[in-house]
C-alpha cells in the first residue's frame, strides 16, 4: 500500500511561534511512519517558509538557517507543494497537511484558506470556525446564540485608545473592577492583563492593543478553570473528560502557562457528575455552533459558591507540549498521542 504523504507545518509569525515548534515537535514524533510520508515545513517568525530535513533540526532551532524552501501551491491543478533545495526546484505531491499553527497566521483561517484553495485535505477546523474561534469578540456573539453564560464583557477599538480616559470611562460604565483585558484576536494569554484600577486599566489597554486592534475587556469571574477537549472523527463529535487548571501565577497567563513549574493541569478533577456532563455536552455545542471540525479545545470556569458554568474561550488548534491539555484528556480516555495524531490525520480525508 502506498504511503499517503503528509505535511506537518509548524512555527509561524504569531507570539506563540515557540509553542508550535514544541507542538509541532510532539506531532512529528507520533506519526505513524509505516503509513505516512511525513514532510516537515517550518515558518520563521518573519514569515518565510523552510524545508526541514530533521526532527532534532526544531528542537535545537537550526532549522532556521537552512535555505530549502517550501510553500503551498494555492493551484489545485498542483495539489503539492513547490520546492526549492539549492539545487533544484519540484513540485511534491501532498495528500494531507496538519498545520500546527497555534495564534494569528495559523489558527485563524488564514493558512486554511490557502489549503481550501489548494484543494489539500487538512488536519483541523475549517476558514469559518478557525476566524470565529480565534477571535474572541466573534466567539462570544455566536455562543450568545445557545444561551451559554459568558463573562459580561465590553468591545474596546484601539483607535478609541487615542482618548484613553474616554474608553476607560465606557469600560467603567458597565463593568466593576478587576477586570480582565484581552486581545481579541491573540493566543497562550499573550498580552492579557489583570485591572484593579482606572491606572491599571489604561495601561492594560495599551498593553492589548499591541497585538490587536480590537481589544476584549472582561468582567472577573472567580472560579475554576475548567478544560474540555473535542475530536471529530467517522463517528461524530465527541467530547473527553475535563482537566483542572491550578495556575501558579494569580491568572493563568503566558508566563504561568509555559515558564511556571508551579502550575498544575490536574485531569478528572473533583466535580459533580452533573457539572462534568454538562461541561462536556456545552463543549459539543460550542464546537457545533461554531461549524468546528477535528479538534478543539473549550475552556470554563465552574463559579465559585453558585457553581454555575461559565464558557471562557475554544481553541481550535490546542497545543501539543508535554503540559498541554488536549492530549492528556485523550490519553486519560485511553487514547495516546501516537493514536490521537492518526485520528486526527484520518479525520482530515473527511474533507476530501
Known sequence: MDKKAVCVIFGGESSEHEISCVSGTTVLNNIDRDIYDVTMIGITRGGKWLLVDNISDITDGTWTNNNKTAVILPDKCSHGIFINDGKRSYIKHIDIVFPVLHGLYGEDGTIQGILEMAGIPYVG???????????KLSTKKIVDSLGIRQAEYVPVMRQELTDIEKAANKVESKLTYPV??????????????????????CAALKEAALYDSRILVEETIYGREIECAILQDDSGVKASGVGEILAAAEFYDYDAKYNNSESKTVINPDLPHDTVEKIREYAIDIFTVIDGSGLSRVDFFV????????????????????????????????????ELINKLIDSAKCRI
Open 125 to 135: 477546523c475549517g476558514v469559518l470556525a478557525s476566524s470565529a474561534g480565534m477571535d
Open 180 to 201: 480582565f483585558v484581552k486581545p481579541s484576536n491573540a493566543g497562550s494569554s499573550r498580552g492579557v492583563s489583570k485591572a484593579s484600577d482606572r491606572t491599571e486599566l
Open 303 to 338: 463559579e465559585n459558591g453558585s457553581g454555575e458554568i461559565v464558557f471562557n474561550e475554544i481553541n481550535t488548534m490546542p497545543g501539543f507540549t508535554e503540559i498541554s491539555m488536549y492530549p492528556m484528556l485523550w490519553d486519560a480516555k485511553g487514547i495516546s498521542k501516537k
